[in-house]
């Protein structure tokens, strides 16, 4: 099993950056798809991005597509997410996840990560 930790949450201004990370350790991390999920206040959680296991394919919800970027270093056992252009409805707790074959099956999550981004 692989166990993940989030960093780089905090309060941005909207319109603003922020790069959250997702540090694995346990199992091979290059075995696994990654994604990052956000649940706001009220709302279910919501993938919102994810990486293949190579990185060479990914995927954004429309809510995000153009300001978000996923990217893994293997090397590192890590995941980023770049947030760019920050809106208040942004705002929400951020958690890496891991998957061996689908998103319907969920390996591991993170803590999570609170994003709150300020109008």
């Known amino acids: 099993q692989v166990q993940l930790v989030e960093s780089g949450g905090g309060l941005v201004q909207a319109g603003g950056p922020l790069r959250l990370s997702c540090t694995a350790s346990?199992?091979?991390?290059?075995?696994?798809?990654m994604g990052w999920f956000r649940q706001a206040p009220g709302k279910e959680r919501e993938l919102v991005t994810d990486?293949?296991?190579?990185?060479?394919?990914?995927w954004y919800a429309d809510s995000v597509k153009g300001r978000f970027s996923i990217s893994r270093d293997n090397a590192k056992n890590t995941v980023y997410l770049q947030m760019n252009r920050l809106k208040p409805e942004d705002t929400a707790v951020y958690y890496c996840?891991?998957?061996?074959?689908?998103?319907?099956?969920?390996?591991?999550w993170g803590q999570g990560t609170q994003v709150t981004v300020s109008s």
């Open positions: 996840a891991a998957t061996v074959k689908n998103w319907g099956t969920i390996d591991a």
């Open positions: 990486i293949s296991r190579s990185g060479g394919t990914t």
């Open positions: 346990g199992r091979t991390f290059s075995g696994y798809g």
